[in-house]
């Protein structure tokens, strides 16, 4: 019997991708994310540990330079918890965004030879980064016994919060990733971006600080509420601006729903492009 041959032809119009298919490939969706995970930390010594050393010695670093010597406010939790709940939803919308975005170009040599939805991988590239993120959480838990700091009621409502970090990663992948396999531009400007980005986030630094009259643009930074609603889940205090909440999921649907389009519109020429 012959092989069935899927014909992958060039999109004709602005239009949204079947997602359907996307499920109906879950196994190799779930295949491919344990792989980025593998591949990460391939013929490292100390392996997945790596997950937890990265950001730990970036709270290490930050602590002694915006703690100790900036002296920058953290709302009555000590700065390495109050820095380190931040710093754990954005490594992860950081990792995911730079897996994402190159996830086209990666798996270049698979789509010539194969057929699968190719929204499955940025899909998976940003799925990845769970894996590392939930073994950092062991650290930030060690942590807050450490300094004796209590979960709050409000923990149940973290998943949210890191789920919106991680639409925030997939929705700029989509456009990325896209743009990414016609302009190796991408790979190159978007370290820089990143630390850009995070400094326009409230990680080393408490919302409390942003003048009133800016607030509102900065509500438009999604990132703005996944952290900051991330931070008080766990540590409690001052719980998430509604409005702000409102601005940021507003912001994620556009950029999901446009880079879906995008990414649909010109998937047919991803072969050809790399």
Do not use: C
């Not at 593998?38 to 915006?66: C, D, E, H, N, S």
């Not at 270049?108 to 950092?136: C, E, H």
Request: net charge positive; hydrophobic share 55%.
């Amino acid at each position: 019997m012959r092989g069935r041959r899927r014909v992958i032809t060039a999109g004709r119009d602005w239009r949204l991708p079947d997602l359907r298919e996307v499920w109906a490939f879950r196994d190799l969706l779930w295949m491919l994310t344990w792989r980025d995970v593998q591949v990460r930390y391939k013929q490292t010594a100390i392996g997945i540990l790596w997950a937890v050393i990265q950001p730990l010695f970036t709270m290490v670093v930050f602590t002694l330079v915006f703690g100790k010597l900036g002296k920058m406010p953290s709302e009555g939790i000590p700065y390495p918890v109050f820095l380190f709940s931040a710093l754990l939803p954005w490594t992860l919308f950081a990792k995911a965004l730079s897996q994402g975005s190159s996830s086209i170009v990666r798996l270049g040599s698979m789509m010539g030879k194969v057929y699968f939805p190719r929204l499955i991988a940025p899909f998976s590239s940003v799925l990845s980064g769970l894996v590392d993120f939930a073994v950092a959480s062991v650290a930030l838990a060690g942590l807050m016994v450490w300094y004796g700091t209590k979960l709050h009621w409000q923990l149940v409502f973290a998943p949210i919060f890191v789920l919106l970090a991680l639409a925030v990663a997939l929705a700029v992948s989509l456009w990325l990733s896209a743009v990414n396999a016609e302009y190796r531009d991408v790979q190159h400007a978007l370290p820089f971006v990143i630390q850009i980005w995070m400094f326009l986030t409230p990680v080393i630094y408490p919302t409390s600080i942003v003048p009133g009259r800016w607030r509102w643009l900065y509500a438009f930074n999604p990132m703005v509420s996944a952290i900051e609603g991330f931070r008080w889940a766990l540590l409690g205090g001052t719980p998430p601006d509604l409005t702000a909440l409102a601005l940021a999921a507003s912001a994620i649907l556009v950029l999901l729903f446009t880079g879906l389009v995008y990414f649909n519109r010109f998937e047919a020429q991803f072969v050809d492009r790399l």
